[in-house]
T-cell receptor, first 116, second 114 residues
Framework: ETGVTQSPTHLIKTRGQQVTLRCSSQSGHNTVSWYQQALGQGPQFIFQYYREEENGRGNFPPRFSGLQFPNYSSELNVNALELDDSALYLC???????????????FGAGSRLTVL | AQSVTQLGSHVSVSEGALVLLRCNYS??????LFWYVQYPNQGLQLLLK??????LVKGINGFEAEFKKSETSFHLTKPSAHMSDAAEYFC????????????FGSGTQLTVLP
């Protein structure tokens, strides 16, 4: 049990639809990162939020967007879903924003999205 | 730009045998290096991390890794495999000040044979 809760755990969508994935924690982690893990691959960094603002972004198109709320919970939104968006989406919490990269990320169990 | 290469997508060892999972990295600055483990239907759990202190890093569950700058490697070892070690292992790198963005390798699936 990591203390990081992601919902839903599984969902199925069709091409062109939109999806919202959620992440929350009872601890005071003020930085949230989202990763996409396609089947058989390592996680890829989507973006990070710190103090409710995007604080770094990987190589993902603008149809991937996010929000961080004052209570540090977060959402990942994906518009115009494509088949290749099928993956496990991982939320990772940490402290301190863009300072030292040595702080540990605490991952949730993920939301598995299937796009048909 | 930084990258991670994990040699061997699948590794099988017998219970009690040495575990060696290989990781090589490239980074333009001295990196931070991590090993994570992922069990089925779970998120990633940190095994150990290197942050420019001792080059031999000890982690949880008897795992350790050695940072070798000359070889740009950070291989993960465990002297004696246990059945519960069967999982997927990911090596990751980050650069100081990089907004804590991790670049992961493609993973190594470890099978432990009885």
């Amino acid at each position: 049990e990591t203390g990081v809760t992601q919902s839903p755990t599984h969902l199925i969508k069709t091409r062109g639809q939109q999806v919202t994935l959620r992440c929350s924690s009872q601890s005071g982690h003020n930085t949230v990162s989202w990763y996409q893990q396609a089947l058989g691959q390592g996680p890829q960094f989507i973006f990070q939020y710190y103090r409710e603002e995007e604080n770094g972004r990987g190589n993902f198109p603008p149809r991937f967007s996010g929000l961080q709320f004052p209570n540090y919970s977060s959402e990942l939104n994906v518009n115009a879903l494509e088949l290749d968006d099928s993956a496990l989406y991982l939320c990772a919490l940490s402290l301190g924003g863009s300072s030292s990269g040595a702080n540990v990320l605490t991952f949730g169990a993920g939301s598995r999205l299937t796009v048909l | 730009a930084q990258s991670v290469t994990q040699l061997g997508s699948h590794v099988s060892v017998s219970e009690g045998a040495l575990v060696l999972l290989r990781c090589n990295y490239s980074s333009s600055v001295p990196p931070y290096l991590f090993w994570y483990v992922q069990y089925p239907n779970q998120g990633l759990q940190l095994l150990l991390k290197y942050t420019s202190a001792a080059t031999l890093v000890k982690g949880i569950n008897g795992f350790e890794a050695e940072f070798k700058k000359s070889e740009t490697s950070f291989h993960l070892t465990k002297p004696s495999a246990h059945m519960s070690d069967a999982a997927e292992y990911f090596c990751a790198v980050s650069e100081p000040g990089s907004a804590r963005q991790l670049t992961f390798g493609s993973g190594t699936q470890l099978t432990v044979l009885p």
